[in-house]
Structures are given as C-alpha cells and as structure tokens.
C-alpha cells in the first residue's frame, strides 16, 4: 500500500504500477492511445476525478520528456508548428484549468470528467474498432484520407492567417495548428489525457504533414502543454500528486518497452480490436455511472 | 521428532492464528513452545489455549496499557497515542483499554474534530443522466464517530439517554436541522467509508491484572486510511440500571510525516513551487527512464 498524499488515501502500489504497465504497454504497442484509460482507471481505483486528472497529466510531462528529447536530437520536430500549437495549448490548459476549477465550485467537476470521457472514449473506441475491422476485412485505410479533402481541405484553404512552415512542407492556416493545440490542451486539463489520439490524425490528414515529424511534434506539444497543465493544476485546485506521478510512471515505462517489443511480433489490427473494445468496456462502465441509480445519492465533493 | 510433531502442528497454528499471537514472541520461548506447547495443545484443546495466549500477547506488547498505579481506579487508555501518516499509511488500529467498577457496563466513543460537512445530493436531470443536484451541509460533523460496546445500546438505556450522552447518529444531525432527512444516506456513505461505526460486540472482558474490583475490557478501533489528520477524543461511559455516566477520556493524535508531511505541506502553501518542482522531478525521471531503456534498446538492436 502506499498513501497518496494529496488523494488522502491510500492505494496498492502494486495495482498501480500494473495499471501503469498496461496503459504503457498499450501505448507502447499503438504509439499512441492507451493515455486516456489512465484518467477513468484511477477513478476505478478511488481516486477523485480532478487528482486522477491532474497527476495524470504530471505522468505525461514524465512520459513525453524522454521521447520528445530523443526527436529534439533526431530533428524531426517542426518547432514552428509546434509553437503555433503550443501557444493554443497553453491558452487550453489554462481555461480547461479554470473551467474545472468553477466546475468543482459548482459540484460538477467529476460529472463534466466522466461525461467528456464517455463521449471521447466512444468515438475514439468505434472509430478504432471499425477502422481496423475494415482493416482486417482487407480493405486497408484508404477511404479515409480519400474522402477527407474535399470539404475540410477547402475550408482549411480558406482561413486567413497562412503560414508556411518549411520542415513540414506545408503552407496552411495558422488558425488550424493555434485551434487544434487549444482543444488538445483543455482536454489535457479536464481529461489528463495528451490528446496525441486527436492530433496525431489531424496533422497527418488534414495538415497533411509528413509523417516523420508528426510523433515529434505532437509529442513536443504534448509535454509542453502538460507542464503548463500540471502547474496550473497545483497552484490553482491542488490536485497534483508528485507520488502518484511518479508511481505510474514507472509502471508505464517498463510497460512501454514490453508493449513496442510486443508491438513489432503481433498483428496490430487483432490487437488494436481488442483495444477498441477495452476502450468502449471503460466507456460503457463510466456511461452506466452516469446513468444507473448511484448506490449513494449523496456524496464527497473531493478534494478539500 | 519431525513425526511427532506433524499431527498436531495444524491444530497449533490455527489456535495461533486465530488469537493472532505474535509467533516471534513464543519464538523467543524456544524449546518449551516448541515441544511443549504443542504436545499441550492436542490434549487441551482450542478452548484452553485462547486465554493462555491472550496472556501471552498481553506479555508481549508492555506498551498496552498495564501501569499498576493505574489499574485501581476506573478510565480509559488507548494504544497508540499517536499515529502517524506516511507513505506506507493505509489505516491504523486503536487498542482502548476500559476500567469500570463492577457492575457497569463499558461504552467508547471515539470523535474526531467537527467540521462543517458538504456533500453532493444526486439527482436525475433531463430525464436519464445521474448528476450533482445541489448541496446538502451538515454543520459540525464529526469526521469520524465510532461506538463500541459489549452489548448493544439499545439493551443499556433509552434513546433518549443514549441521545444525551451523545451516543446515537441520532444525535449528530437531530431530527429537527434542515438536513435531518437525509440522515440515514449520510451515514451509510459514512459507514461504507469506515469512519463511523457503532459495533455492538467492539469491546470484550479481559483478563484483569488487578487484585482489586475493576472491570476490565478490551477492543481495537479501526481507522481507514483516508482518516483525516487532526486529534481523536475517545472518551468511556458506563452504564447501569439505564443510566449512563463517563468514566474517563483519551486523545490520540493524527499527523502527517515524512514524505508526506512534505509533499502535501508545500502541495498547500507553496502551491506553484510544487507545481514547478513536479514538472521537474517528472522531467528527470522521464529522461532518466528513457536513458536507460534506450541504451538497453539500442545494445539490442
């Protein structure tokens, strides 16, 4: 057992070294998603949903800093795109901060949590489930990038505010990367997830970058956006703990190398089904939380 | 030896289990516990060894409570006095020592500091969604109250009694307070907690060391983990002929130490240092993670 000092109670510490290890391992093994189980695992495990959130997303400042040092090395960042994105992350995580702190006030933070997981856990769980079905179906992942341009590309062209950005090749919208790191850094904030699961997509489909400097880039941004989430968090609603962090981290890391050697034997789409239902279970679980009868009906505010 | 021991070895360590004797303490006894005791055991039974080995615990731990100068007038001592959160907390066990005069019959209460309690009334909105429907405030809460006796309450004195001496959840939120109705939910949340508690059969006689006419009993509160730091007052009641009066209290202190004395100190009052600080701890830990998998990594490609 070990008692979490801003929790204000105590865990197995081998259960969360374990939940570490499995969302590392699965992060490991797709590169990216297996982040935003951590948030609604925890909460499993009693831990209030504004502490899960916020040392969640002090686990990512840790799980980001060696990769993102190791693409900072390697080039393969674009700082340009990346800083356009941070600029909207650190805009996000500061009103994601703010939002949940008048949540809290109000009582409803852990609903406004569990609610936005439900939604982002089912589409991200059905859109990863029928993308490798179709997949193991043969039909591969051509429709997506087909489709998309005709209507987005033209609306992206369209936005005032173009830039180019010369590591990636590109000449878009700085409107675009500025949106997309602000939606991703108030998800940081209220969900303690990296969002890499949103960005990575969008950068590759609709910024159409290359693919090289995606995981850079987003993985810069992400890290960043989370330093600012994690201390915004600990000044202004307490809910940081460092113990957790740190416990999880380790968890997730040794989890993350057995996932990336395991990644590279099995079939990913079988396994990526599996995710994708191991995402819709949790969603269906926190789904049924919000609908059931609650065994109580009162309850603890949380925090202080 | 070895055959001679095996039957009647299973019947010893249960009889040991089940009493929780701590076996480092016989250990110490050597040979006599080793051949005797068990040899004893297959003749007398369970039923003989339970208060030998309560005697033996009480041997063993000189910390409960056994002042001589003390025994000889009634109150109430409580085992630790002091109890410490670390990072290895997960809850803590409370051994209170009860003496009465003959013929009475021992209540503890144990309260922690009252505070002002606000909880989250659910409700159903838009028809299918569970959420937070507005606030229910218990003023001056105990945030934690348990009660134990050797019988059950309602067998040593009337409601009305027990209301006054302040040993019913009746007591804490009276009928008459604006939250009086929703009671009964706060003191299941409660309950399922581990922080309240009345338990009928808490306390048992024990063997009294005195020569004199106290009555002595025994039992272990238990505090979850996510007990709050601040003082606990235990306090003793006896009852007799359905009166009830106090016979004495205690205090036992609840603190933070160490780690977590540290963390949740500057976490409150330097709160964007520590924001700063877990970033970096965070940092160096992920680089340093990294560093080492990636040299493993790249010495097995």
Same mark, same amino acid.
């Given at each position: 057992?070990?008692?979490?000092?801003?929790?204000?109670?105590?865990?197995?510490?081998?259960?969360?070294?374990?939940?570490?290890?499995?969302?590392?391992?699965?992060?490991? @093994?797709?590169?990216?998603?297996?982040?935003?189980?951590?948030?609604?695992?925890?909460?499993? /495990?009693?831990?209030?949903?504004?502490?899960?959130? &916020?040392?969640?997303?002090?686990?990512?400042?840790?799980?980001?800093?060696?990769?993102?040092?190791?693409?900072?090395?390697?080039?393969?960042?674009?700082?340009?795109?990346?800083?356009?994105?941070?600029?909207?992350?650190?805009?996000?995580? $500061?009103?994601?901060?703010?939002?949940?702190?008048?949540?809290?006030?109000?009582?409803?933070?852990?609903? &406004?949590?569990?609610?936005?997981?439900?939604?982002?856990?089912?589409?991200?769980?059905?859109?990863?489930?029928?993308?490798?079905? *179709?997949?193991? =179906?043969?039909?591969? =992942?051509?429709?997506?990038?087909? /489709?998309?341009?005709?209507?987005?590309?033209?609306?992206?062209?369209?936005?005032?505010?173009?830039?180019?950005?010369?590591? *990636?090749?590109?000449?878009?919208?700085?409107?675009?990367?500025?949106? /997309?790191? $602000?939606?991703?850094?108030?998800?940081?904030?209220?969900?303690?997830?990296?969002?890499?699961?949103?960005?990575?997509?969008?950068?590759?489909?609709?910024? =159409?970058?290359?693919?090289?400097?995606?995981?850079?880039?987003?993985?810069?941004?992400?890290?960043?956006?989370?330093?600012?989430?994690?201390?915004?968090? &600990?000044?202004?609603?307490?809910?940081?703990?460092?113990?957790?962090?740190?416990?999880?981290?380790?968890?997730?890391?040794?989890?993350?190398?057995?996932?990336?050697?395991?990644?590279? =034997?099995?079939?990913?789409?079988?396994?990526?089904?599996?995710?994708?239902?191991?995402?819709?279970?949790?969603?269906?679980? @926190?789904?049924?939380?919000?609908?059931? $009868?609650?065994?109580?009906?009162?309850?603890?505010?949380?925090?202080? | 030896?070895?055959?001679?021991?095996?039957?009647?070895?299973?019947?010893?360590?249960?009889?040991?289990?089940?009493?929780?004797?701590?076996?480092?303490?016989?250990?110490?006894?050597?040979?006599?516990?080793?051949?005797?005791?068990?040899?004893?055991?297959?003749?007398?039974?369970?039923?003989?060894?339970?208060?030998?080995?309560?005697?033996?615990?009480?041997?063993?731990?000189?910390? +409960?409570?056994?002042?001589?100068?003390?025994?000889?007038?009634?109150?109430?001592?409580?085992?630790?006095?002091?109890? !410490?959160?670390?990072?290895?907390?997960?809850?803590?066990?409370?051994?209170?020592?009860?003496?009465?005069?003959?013929?009475?019959?021992?209540?503890?209460?144990?309260?922690?500091?009252?505070?002002?309690?606000?909880?989250?009334?659910?409700?159903?909105?838009?028809?299918?969604?569970?959420?937070?429907?507005?606030?229910? +405030?218990?003023?001056?809460?105990?945030?934690?109250?348990?009660?134990? !006796?050797?019988?059950?309450?309602?067998?040593?004195?009337?409601?009305?009694?027990?209301?006054?001496?302040?040993?019913?959840?009746? !007591?804490?939120?009276?009928?008459? !307070?604006?939250?009086?109705?929703?009671?009964?939910?706060?003191?299941?949340?409660?309950?399922?907690?581990?922080?309240?508690?009345?338990?009928?059969?808490?306390?048992?006689?024990?063997?009294?060391?005195?020569?004199?006419?106290?009555?002595?009993?025994?039992?272990?509160?238990?505090?979850?983990?996510?007990?709050?730091?601040?003082?606990?007052?235990?306090?003793?009641?006896?009852?007799?002929?359905?009166? #009830?009066? #106090?016979?004495?209290?205690?205090?036992?202190?609840?603190?933070?130490?160490?780690?977590?004395?540290?963390?949740?100190?500057?976490?409150?009052?330097?709160?964007?240092?520590?924001?700063?600080?877990?970033?970096?701890?965070?940092?160096?830990?992920? +680089?340093?993670?990294?560093?080492?998998?990636?040299?493993?990594?790249?010495?097995?490609?």
């Amino acid at each position: 057992m070990i008692y979490l000092p801003i929790a204000g109670n105590s865990v197995s510490i081998l259960m969360l070294i374990g939940l570490g290890g499995v969302v590392g391992f699965l992060s490991g @093994m797709f590169g990216v998603g297996g982040g935003f189980l951590m948030t609604p695992l925890l909460m499993m /495990l009693g831990i209030p949903a504004t502490v899960a959130a &916020a040392s969640d997303a002090n686990q990512i400042v840790a799980a980001s800093a060696s990769g993102c040092y190791a693409h900072l090395r390697a080039r393969t960042i674009d700082l340009r795109m990346g800083s356009v994105m941070l600029v909207g992350g650190l805009l996000g995580g $500061t009103l994601g901060v703010r939002l949940i702190k008048i949540l809290h006030a109000l009582g409803q933070a852990d609903f &406004a949590i569990t609610a936005v997981y439900v939604v982002m856990l089912g589409g991200v769980g059905s859109y990863m489930f029928f993308e490798s079905l *179709s997949a193991l =179906r043969g039909r591969g =992942r051509v429709p997506k990038s087909k /489709l998309r341009p005709s209507v987005h590309r033209r609306a992206a062209e369209a936005l005032p505010f173009v830039m180019e950005f010369p590591r *990636s090749k590109i000449r878009v919208s700085a409107l675009i990367p500025f949106l /997309l790191g $602000t939606l991703v850094g108030v998800l940081a904030a209220i969900m303690g997830v990296g969002g890499g699961f949103i960005m990575v997509p969008i950068m590759i489909y609709l910024l =159409r970058m290359p693919m090289h400097v995606v995981v850079g880039t987003s993985l810069f941004q992400i890290m960043l956006t989370c330093v600012n989430v994690t201390v915004q968090q &600990a000044s202004f609603n307490h809910t940081v703990d460092v113990e957790l962090a740190l416990v999880l981290l380790v968890g997730s890391v040794i989890g993350a190398q057995i996932g990336v050697r395991a990644g590279r =034997r099995l079939k990913a789409d079988q396994i990526k089904i599996l995710l994708a239902v191991l995402v819709l279970a949790v969603m269906t679980k @926190m789904l049924l939380n919000l609908l059931l $009868t609650p065994s109580h009906l009162l309850a603890f505010r949380g925090g202080h | 030896m070895v055959p001679r021991r095996k039957p009647v070895a299973p019947c010893a360590a249960r009889a040991f289990r089940a009493v929780r004797v701590p076996l480092g303490a016989l250990r110490h006894h050597g040979r006599l516990f080793r051949f005797v005791f068990p040899a004893f055991c297959a003749l007398a039974g369970v039923p003989v060894i339970l208060p030998l080995s309560l005697t033996a615990r009480a041997a063993e731990r000189p910390a +409960v409570p056994a002042a001589t100068g003390e025994e000889a007038v009634p109150g109430l001592q409580v085992q630790p006095e002091h109890v !410490s959160i670390g990072s290895d907390f997960g809850g803590a066990s409370l051994t209170v020592r009860a003496r009465l005069p003959e013929g009475f019959q021992p209540v503890v209460r144990l309260r922690g500091p009252g505070e002002r309690l606000v909880l989250k009334r659910k409700a159903k909105r838009a028809g299918i969604l569970w959420m937070t429907a507005g606030e229910v +405030v218990f003023e001056d809460l105990p945030n934690i109250y348990q009660i134990m !006796s050797a019988v059950p309450l309602a067998d040593l004195a009337g409601p009305r009694v027990l209301s006054d001496l302040g040993l019913s959840y009746e !007591s804490l939120v009276t009928s008459g !307070s604006p939250s009086a109705d929703w009671r009964g939910e706060l003191i299941r949340l409660k309950e399922q907690a581990g922080l309240f508690s009345i338990t009928p059969s808490g306390l048992s006689s024990a063997a009294s060391t005195a020569r004199e006419s106290l009555e002595v009993s025994t039992g272990v509160f238990r505090l979850p983990a996510l007990t709050p730091p601040g003082e606990l007052r235990l306090e003793l009641f006896g009852f007799r002929n359905g009166e #009830g009066r #106090g016979f004495g209290s205690a205090q036992v202190t609840v603190e933070r130490s160490g780690l977590t004395r540290t963390v949740w100190l500057l976490a409150s009052e330097h709160a964007f240092l520590y924001g700063c600080v877990a970033v970096l701890i965070a940092v160096a830990a992920g +680089v340093l993670c990294g560093w080492i998998f990636q040299g493993r990594g790249v010495g097995g490609h």
